[in-house]
């Protein structure tokens, strides 16, 4: 990627570490989401997992409860402190990585990621996916929810191009750029097809909600 993309990437993490006393504003204030939380409690979560980008832990006691084991991971020191603070969980490792640079030591049954792959550049989502495939055990699954193109009449500072962004805007006045990819269902179903994947993504109060099954053999 460029100068200009890393930049961006660094942009996007410093703002996640700055958030992280706001972070969990929106779970509490919006009913979208804590009805979306619950969503967990129906989708295929099992055995070993890696939650990637796991914030606050907003979701992690859900998928502690399902899971033999998490992982979860993020970049932010900040937001892993409040995160590990909600516990404790005897089944939880909490791990400090920069997900565009951590290559997991061991294979995982589930992969769950929330409000993630909208953060991906498109020119990562390739390498993104062939990551999630190696990662994952025979059988295993990715499970991921995020943001649908509705989503964006809500962003501030929308722009579009080969990365696209939106603005952020945090209590003391800063304000960051971040990557912000408003997936479509239908889109993002044919794109991993097309790539071998079986792939199911359903829309709900406006997310997607998505499973997804690797190749198991070369295309």
């Not at 619950?38 to 979560?45: E, H, K, N």
């Not at 603070?85 to 030591?105: I, T």
């Not at 550049?121 to 499970?143: C, E, H, M, N, Y």
């Not at 805007?169 to 097809?193: E, M, N, P, Q």
Request: glycine share 8%.
């Amino acid at each position: 990627m460029s100068s200009d993309d890393d930049a961006l990437l660094a942009e996007q993490k410093a703002y996640y570490r700055a958030a992280a006393a706001e972070y969990d504003r929106p779970y509490a204030e919006l009913e979208r989401l804590q009805r979306l939380l619950t969503v967990v409690d129906d989708l295929p979560v099992s055995g070993d997992l890696l939650e990637l980008a796991c914030g606050t832990g907003q979701w992690t006691p859900r998928l502690a409860a399902r899971a033999r084991s998490v992982t979860a991971v993020d970049a932010a020191a900040e937001v892993l402190a409040v995160a590990r603070a909600r516990g404790p969980f005897p089944n939880v490792r909490f791990l400090q990585a920069d997900l565009f640079e951590w290559q997991p030591s061991r294979r995982f049954d589930t992969v769950f990621f929330a409000f993630w792959l909208s953060h991906v550049p498109p020119a990562r989502l390739s390498g993104f996916w062939d990551t999630i495939a190696a990662v994952l055990a025979p059988g295993g699954k990715a499970i991921f929810i995020d943001d649908g193109p509705a989503a964006a009449a809500s962003e501030e500072g929308v722009t579009d191009g080969p990365v696209p962004t939106v603005l952020r805007r945090l209590d003391d006045g800063s304000r960051y750029r971040i990557v912000k990819v408003f997936h479509d269902a239908r889109t993002l179903t044919g794109d991993l097809t097309a790539r071998g994947w079986t792939v199911s993504v359903r829309a709900l109060d406006g997310s997607l909600v998505g499973i997804a099954e690797p190749p198991t053999g070369p295309l």
